[in-house]
């Protein structure tokens, strides 16, 4: 069974840092591009960004391009989500996404719980 | 690319027919999925590749569209279907969402 289990969310600061983890398990994680998305209380879904199986690329949304890095350690089966300059447009819940095995075009069945990040002076 | 969902809100009765829809800035092909999310849920997948059932989800949803303009059909709205759905184009990165239309109970 695929399990998808974000963590590190928290209180930060303005113009603070903060990295997330996602443990995944139940699948060849090395075999997965990895993507998360987030979503701020009471909006919609915001796309975050991707990387790929080995790493070597990554995607982002403007809003997040330049102060957000995905990572990822195929040895820990773990996601990174590296996030620095917060303001309280950053403060949401954030899901991490297993892509599936055909690509992108089947759409997303597998999502983490979320983690709460929460940007407050 | 952007995506633009309408309504924002609708309120239907159970058994109604209801149609969201939702339109892409350019072109996207078939690649774009529906997703449904009630309050503290994790968003579920519906409709992948703009029309294709995702399995276990009930046959009274349905997906259609191709190129810029697509929607989401639900047949006979049951109580559970009472949510916010949200479409998600897979043509090119980022994998932008819609902004969202919530289903309310009339």
């Known amino acids: 069974e695929v399990q998808l289990v974000e963590s590190g969310g928290g209180l930060v600061q303005p113009g603070g840092s903060l990295r997330l983890s996602c443990s995944a398990s139940?699948?060849?994680?090395?075999?997965?591009?990895m993507h998360w998305v987030r979503q701020a209380p009471g909006k919609g879904l915001e796309y975050v960004g991707a990387i790929t199986t080995n790493g070597r690329a990554t995607y982002y949304a403007d809003s997040v391009q330049g102060r957000f890095i995905i990572s990822r350690d195929n040895s820990k089966n773990t996601l990174y989500l590296q996030m620095s300059s917060l303001s309280s447009e950053d403060t949401a819940v954030y899901y991490c996404?297993?892509?599936?095995?055909?690509?992108?075009?089947?759409?997303?069945?597998?999502w983490g719980p979320g983690t709460l990040v929460t940007v407050s002076a | 690319i952007q995506l633009t969902q309408s309504p924002a809100s609708l309120s239907a009765s159970v058994g109604d027919r209801i149609t969201l829809t939702c339109r892409a800035s350019q072109g996207i092909a078939t690649s774009l999925a529906w997703y449904q999310q009630k309050p503290g849920n994790v968003p579920k997948l519906l409709i992948y590749a703009a029309s294709a059932l995702q399995s276990g989800v009930p046959s009274r949803f349905s997906g259609s569209g191709f190129g810029i303009d697509f929607t989401l059909n639900i047949s006979s709205l049951q109580p559970e279907d009472f949510a916010t759905y949200y479409c998600?184009?897979?043509?090119?990165?980022?994998?932008?969402f819609g902004g969202g239309t919530k289903v309310e109970i009339k």
């Open positions: 139940g699948f060849t994680f090395r075999s997965s591009a």
């Open positions: 998600q184009q897979l043509s090119s990165y980022p994998l932008t």
């Open positions: 996404l297993k892509e599936p095995d055909y690509g992108t075009s089947s759409g997303f069945d597998y």
